[in-house]
């Protein structure tokens, strides 16, 4: 080999290595960063604890499960997803037909490919796991109703199986391209496509398939809609699609398609006699009308999306194994455009959107108060009053007088049973210093069914001049609270003592004085206050009206039984002026109002004149400067050298854990203080940065890893045993083994969180709770981001399936209960997303806007019980604006109300925002967010990569902000305290770092890169040195050469003949060689 | 067309290598001004390097048509084609890691159309950047043009 050739191989061996030594090099940052996942990708780990194996085995695993094994434990889930169905699913019309038979369940013809291929969950999101091979396999319908002894028509069967194929969709779940086989949501702004088979399809797949009906004549036919996260249905016509032309009004609405299939089982009940039940697998709000209206249909039935086990539960509700006992948790109508929270709702772009900000669109919800029932019933109170302009075309569906009959088809509350119960209202006895409402309620079976029943209690305040003088709304009826019985045989009864917080009576009046000496207070008005049960909102408007003396003329036949009066001589300003903690109250959220920004813009919905505060649609806006400069542009906290706090305490030396502070009774706490106080600065500025997917170990109080995981329908991001302990020798009750059976058991598996809302169970939401918690210990995963706690603002939003309701209440005291469920066994029942994300569209960066009553009659007050009464220790934020600010950095939002007014003392995380402006994080740790959903490396430079403003040096010099982060790590910490992410550790424990075997790989190749580039770079060096050399006597030697053969060449071939051409021709040799 | 003749292998490499670092470089300014990766800081590695790696392979490219190549240039030259590709691998290394957490936001909750041709622009940008780190690793192995010795 030619030296030239040796010296271009050596620099290319070395620039090879050097470039993977920037590899390595960089890697190794970039896999810091990403530890967690990595780890839990590899099953490795990157710290060590190390405890006394001495020590007492009591304290150190604290929180007990109810159940010995995993067999047990996934039973439990399953036992639990068939009774919340059975519980939760809702009996909408009934001529008898249900329950079946048993001669009848032999004789099932299942039609429509959604009962062969139904929604189990959410898209994306709340999606169902499907387990096999476990205890407690999935079962889908045709499974669940086989082994539960129903007989199916073979020949149905056999024909949509073999149709399959035309029900696929490919769906994203989490960054999982996955094909399904059922019906899906809309994608933002895409339309919704049938994908029910025609009827002449269905002929020409099997021309019998219609003859099998005759012997098979129970024809159960379903409905279906999908839902899932960042999914949303657009309303009307828009959101059909097109190509289809299957006079379809509304994505949720029939296509001509579904209204064939039900008409055939109509015609085909007629031939041969039969029934005809309609299963409606939708929690998206359907518009089902015409199905009720229906002669031939004999029951419908609204099963949600009834997760890995409930169809076991519906077909015990179909067989009369179980009596129905769900009530809607939403407003059914003839036309979910007519809502007036329906105007406002699409993609209203700002004129000046700004992207670099995530300026994108605004939603004015003019609607006030006015979402669901508290509209549909309050207007139909005051039509029967004439009181309003109630009558007023506006709203109304065909464009006649508005008429409630024509616009709601099932009230919210509504639900039937297979018997039927009478209740009545003994007594109710307001106690304003106790700040409680007592009702009795006698419950009787009257019925031939054994079943349960709930008991709705209502309330409707006076609505007053005050009111109408100071823009104060007030539903007619709000649901204040509610009870469900046991099992009641028929004849029995039961009396249930409903206790209902008085506080939730109480309106908020954004005029009002208070005790702050500012504006802004909750009010009782002076008059008679009116209590209600009823079999659903309805129901209860109208027993209302009849305690009132009203409406007899028009028909309205209440029953007083149902009532109970209690009067206010005068307008109360002080009971509810301060909260629970002793907080004063006050307006938190006038920057929410878009009228405070662009004044006189927005009229918001008022019953005082229906017609004229109609809302119209608030689009083409342009931000102003002041609205830019407030918040939009996410400029809201500058960090600055102040000593506006005392100075705060970091580093400081000490030998306390966090284990140490286990079961902490207070954040307050002086060992948690002293705990705090030993953490760095810097430790907590990387910890509220990167917090994502889990909150890392932390050496220097020995706190252990926390691991979140995501879904209101349980712990679907990982199997049982992804975290789970597989050390049998460790002295973990809890441990598993390596080869457990359920190991790869997937928690996903239970109802959406609208069906645990619609069995208006709080015991049941309480074991929900419980078996979360169970779940927790064994995968050790303490986290859940698991409570959807926003409301369903109109039937539009295909995320509605993850939270509980429409109604503020049955979700707060739903929520409350689970979390009061779960807290025994340590688990961290998160709530989500604090507040108003109530629709996917444009949801990071959305600038929602209300008016302050809305927002803590609606929302907020969603929230509320699960603070102040379930002392909840986890929450999410919200994607979206209020008003001009990012929740995150909404200072009213996040620390007067959340923080002050109710107490909360938790960990708050934002959403999962990537966006690092949008993110603001110095804002949000200021406003009591205690981490991001960020992940990266454990270190300060990787922390001011991202947000250089995020550094030690500035946030040191903050007074306020470092007296924040303080606050914040404490609340955190607190909540890690009392978890069962302490499980395993005690006061002898301590954490170490340890390498893994990839860290060492990337050593490895970092030190065989350096060496072989170093290696390299002597031999380019020696053998370059070589070739100089070589060069310079082979240059000496052809210029002799030359010389002597001089006089036998002319003098200009002489001059040419160089050195360096002999060298080059020999290049060009070795390159031939090569 | 005598100069062409003249060219080495090495001297195709290169000029492929400024064209995929042109190509990474131009991708990365696109993507760092999409609504979804915009609030990224520029990262100096990829931008200074990245022009600096261009800069040089230019140097390497004009330099190799010298004879006189076994002197100082001459090391100046190698030296560069070792920098060329550390600057190119690194800046490429490091688009990457900045954005993964945003991928994994656009490949899940983010996933629209925007998102998606969003992250495209990055995708393409890395790609371009790692492959002209590849050809300049390649490119050293070889000459740059026949005149070279």
Redesign the interface.
């Known amino acids: 080999m030619k030296r ?1 050739t040796k ?3 050596f ?2 061996v ?3 290595c ?2 993977v ?3 390595s090099v ?2 190794t ?2 896999v810091a ?2 530890r967690t996942d990595i780890n839990r990708f590899l099953g490795t780990h990157s710290t060590e604890w190390t405890s006394d194996p001495n020590a007492d085995p009591s304290k150190t695993y604290t929180y007990k499960s109810d159940y010995t094994n995993t067999k047990d434990l996934v039973l439990a889930a399953r036992d639990l997803g068939e009774r919340v169905s059975e519980e939760g699913s809702v009996l909408l019309k009934n001529n008898g037909a249900l329950p079946l038979t048993p001669a009848e369940t032999g004789k099932i013809s299942l039609l429509g490919f959604s009962s062969y291929n139904p929604v189990q969950g959410g898209d ?1 999101g709340s999606s169902v796991s499907i387990n096999k091979g476990t205890d407690a396999d999935t079962v889908d319908m045709v499974q669940a109703f086989k082994e539960k002894g129903f007989t199916i028509n073979p020949t149905l069967e056999k024909m949509y199986d073999s149709m399959k194929d035309q029900f696929t969709t490919e769906i ?1 779940n ?2 999982n391209i996955s094909t399904v086989t059922r019906i899906t949501a809309p ?2 702004g895409a339309p919704f496509t049938s994908k029910e088979p025609s009827q002449e399809a269905l002929d020409k797949q099997d021309p019998q398939w219609k003859a099998s009906l005759a012997d098979n004549n129970v024809m159960i036919v379903t409905i279906a809609r999908s839902s899932g ?2 999914r949303n249905y657009t309303p009307g016509t828009a959101g059909v699609d097109p190509q289809q032309k299957l006079n379809q009004s509304d994505p949720l609405g029939l296509s001509d398609d579904e209204r064939n299939l039900i008409n055939a089982a109509v015609t085909a009940k007629q031939e041969n006699g039969g029934k005809v039940i309609v299963l409606v697998n939708a929690a998206n709000a359907m518009q089902l009308q015409e199905v009720q209206d229906n002669a031939g249909v004999d029951a419908i039935m609204q099963i949600g999306l009834p997760g890995a086990y409930g169809f076991y539960g519906i077909a015990d509700l179909l067989s009369g194994a179980a009596t129905p006992s769900g009530h809607l948790s939403d407003t059914w109508v003839s036309n979910n455009q007519s809502t007036p929270a329906a105007v406002n709702y699409g993609d209203y772009q700002w004129k000046n959107a700004d ?2 900000h ?1 300026i994108n669109s605004e939603l004015v919800q003019a609607e006030g108060i006015y979402t669901g029932y508290k509209y549909y019933e309050t207007r139909y109170m005051d039509v029967i009053n004439g009181a309003g302009n109630a009558s007023s075309t506006k709203g109304s569906t065909d464009g006649s007088g508005w008429d409630y009959y024509k616009e709601v088809t099932y009230p919210f509350g509504y639900g039937m049973s297979y018997t039927t119960f009478s209740q009545t209202l003994d007594d109710v006895s307001v106690n304003l210093n106790e700040k409680t409402v007592t009702a009795h309620v006698t419950v009787t079976n009257t019925g031939a069914y054994a079943g349960k029943d709930v008991a709705q209690l209502y309330v409707s305040t006076p609505y007053t001049d005050y009111d109408k003088r100071n823009n104060v709304e007030k539903a007619g009826v709000q649901l204040l609270d509610y009870a469900k019985t046991k099992e009641l045989q028929p004849g029995e009864s039961q009396t249930l003592t409903i206790t209902a917080d008085a506080q939730y009576m109480a309106s908020w009046d954004s005029s009002a004085k208070n005790a702050a000496g500012t504006k802004g207070n909750y009010i009782l008005d002076a008059g008679q206050y009116t209590f209600a049960l009823g079999n659903g909102a309805h129901a209860a408007a109208n027993n209302v009206l009849t305690a009132r003396g009203e409406g007899a003329s028009d028909g309205v036949r209440g029953n007083t039984s149902e009532t109970a009066q209690w009067s206010l001589d005068a307008l109360d300003t002080t009971t509810f002026a301060s909260t629970k903690n002793g907080t004063k109250v006050e307006n938190q959220l006038a920057d929410a109002d878009l009228n405070k920004w662009m004044p006189g813009t927005v009229t918001y919905l008022s019953r005082s004149d229906w017609d004229k505060t109609w809302p119209k649609v608030y689009e083409g806006l342009t931000a102003t400067d002041d609205m830019l400069k407030a918040g939009l542009t996410n400029d809201t906290y500058q960090i600055s050298a102040n000593s506006e706090e005392k100075a705060t305490t970091w580093g400081a030396s000490g030998d306390l854990t966090l284990a140490d502070l286990k079961g902490v009774k207070s954040p307050d706490d002086k060992k948690m203080t002293e705990l705090m106080n030993q953490m760095k600065l810097s430790e907590a500025m990387i910890r509220t940065a990167f917090g ?1 997917t889990s909150t890392k170990p932390l050496v220097s109080i020995s706190s252990p890893e926390v691991i979140q995981n995501d879904g209101p329908n349980g712990f679907a991001s990982y199997p049982l045993g992804q975290y789970a302990n597989k050390d049998k020798s460790s002295g973990d009750p809890y441990a598993i083994d390596a080869n457990d059976k359920n190991a790869n058991y997937s928690m996903g598996i239970l109802a959406n969180e609208s069906i645990l809302g619609q069995t208006f169970s709080k015991e049941l939401a309480q074991e929900w709770g419980k078996l979360l918690g169970n779940y927790s210990i064994w995968a050790n995963t303490t986290i859940l981001w698991g409570l959807g706690t926003n409301l369903h603002r109109n039937a539009y939003n295909a995320r509605n399936h993850e939270y509980f309701s429409e109604d503020p209440m049955l979700t707060a005291l739903q929520a409350t209960a689970a979390v009061q469920g779960g807290q025994e066994y340590g688990i961290i029942l998160a709530a989500k997303h604090y507040a108003f994300n109530d629709t996917e569209i444009n949801r ?1 960066g959305i600038a929602v806007f209300m008016n302050e009553q809305k927002a803590r009659e609606g929302e907020l007050r969603a929230h509320q019980s699960e603070v102040e009464d379930g002392h909840i220790l986890g929450m999410m934020t919200g994607y979206n604006r209020i008003g001009v600010t990012a929740a995150n950095a909404n200072t009213g939002l996040m620390l007067n109300i959340l923080r002050k007014e109710w107490g909360f003392q938790g960990l708050l995380s934002e959403d ?1 925002i ?5 993110k603001n994080l110095r804002a949000a740790a200021f406003n009591g967010i205690t981490m991001t959903t ?2 990266g490396e454990d270190s300060m430079q990787a922390v001011e ?2 947000w ?1 403003y995020w550094n030690e040096r500035d946030v040191s010099q903050d007074s306020r902000l470092s007296a924040a982060l303080k606050r914040n790590m404490t609340w955190q910490y607190y909540a890690f305290a009392n978890s069962n992410a302490m499980d395993g550790l005690n006061d002898t424990s301590r954490l170490h770092n340890v390498r893994t075997w990839y860290d060492n790989v990337l050593t490895a190749m970092t030190v065989a890169a350096s060496v072989l580039t170093l290696a390299g770079a002597v031999m ?1 060096i020696l053998n ?1 040195r070589k ?2 050399i070589e ?1 310079r006597s082979l240059d000496e030697s052809v210029a002799a050469g030359s010389a002597s053969n001089s006089e036998n060449m002319n003098a200009d071939e002489a001059q040419s003949q ?1 050195a ?2 002999v ?2 021709e ?3 040799e070795t ?1 031939k060689e090569n | 067309m005598k100069f062409v003749k003249n060219q ?1 292998f090495g001297f195709y490499l290169g000029i492929l290598t400024i064209i995929a670092a042109i190509v990474g470089m131009y991708f990365y300014f696109v993507n760092s001004a ?3 990766f ?4 520029l990262n100096a590695v990829t931008v200074y390097g990245g022009v600096l790696a261009i800069v040089l392979e230019l140097f390497v490219l004009i330099a190799g048509q010298f ?2 190549n ?2 100082w240039l ?2 100046l030259t ?1 030296i560069s ?2 920098a ?3 600057l ?3 800046g490429a ?2 688009f ?3 954005r ?3 991928f ?2 656009v ?6 159309a925007q998102t998606l041709a969003d992250m495209s622009s990055a995708l393409i940008g890395i790609a371009a950047l790692f492959g002209s ?1 590849a050809l ?3 490119a ?4 740059v043009s ?4």
Do not use: H
């Not at chain 1, 990537?914 to 949008?918: F, I, K, L, Q, R």
């Not at chain 2, 490949?107 to 629209?112: A, E, I, L, P």
């Open positions: 030239g010296v271009r191989a620099r290319g070395t620039t090879a050097a470039a030594l920037a590899l960089t890697a940052s970039a960063g990403f994306m994203n989490w960054g994608m933002i996260e960042n992207p670099r995530n994502g990071i999962f990537m966006d690092n402006e949008y960020s992940t990569k991202q250089p380019y370059r070739y100089a060069g160089t360096s051409e060298a080059s020999n290049a060009v390159e | 080495s999409t609504a979804t915009g609030n990224i800081p004879k006189a076994n002197g001459g090391v190698d084609c070792v060329i590709a550390v190119l691998v690194w290394t490091v990457f890691a900045d993964i957490n945003l994994a936001g490949m899940t909750f983010n996933r629209n780190g300049a690793i390649v050293s192995f070889f000459r026949k005149t070279t010795r």
